[in-house]
């Protein structure tokens, strides 16, 4: 059964960071591409971070770049987004998905505000 576990979301002071983690089970994560997407309240879920299998190669929206960094540790089929410099506009909920986006997790919420 193909499962994947976000952590780590929670409440946070603008200029503020966070460390989100994906833990996955089902599947070999090292056969996948994996990626963070974002939603925020009134908005379409949107790509952000992605990081192919090796992690040698990614990529993040401009809205993220330069703050954010997509990681993994294939050995613990765990993804991580760290996300320093945090602004109000970055509060969503924030999910990961394996590369053919189709399975998701629940999400954890991420809140930006003083």
């Known amino acids: 059964q193909v499962q994947l576990v976000e952590s780590g979301g929670g409440l946070v002071q603008p200029g503020g960071s966070l460390r989100l983690s994906c833990t996955v089970t089902?599947?070999?994560?090292?056969?996948?591409?994996m990626a963070w997407y974002r939603q925020a309240p009134g908005e379409g879920r949107k790509l952000i971070a992605q990081?192919?299998?090796?992690?040698?190669?990614?990529d993040y929206a401009d809205s993220v770049k330069g703050r954010f960094t997509i990681s993994r540790d294939n050995a613990k089929n765990t993804v991580y987004l760290q996300m320093n410099s945090l602004k109000p506009e970055d509060t969503a909920v924030y999910y990961c998905t394996r590369g053919p986006r189709d399975y998701w997790g629940q999400g954890t919420r991420v809140t930006v505000s003083s």
């Open positions: 089902g599947f070999t994560m090292s056969d996948h591409n």
């Open positions: 990081i192919s299998t090796g992690g040698v190669s990614t």
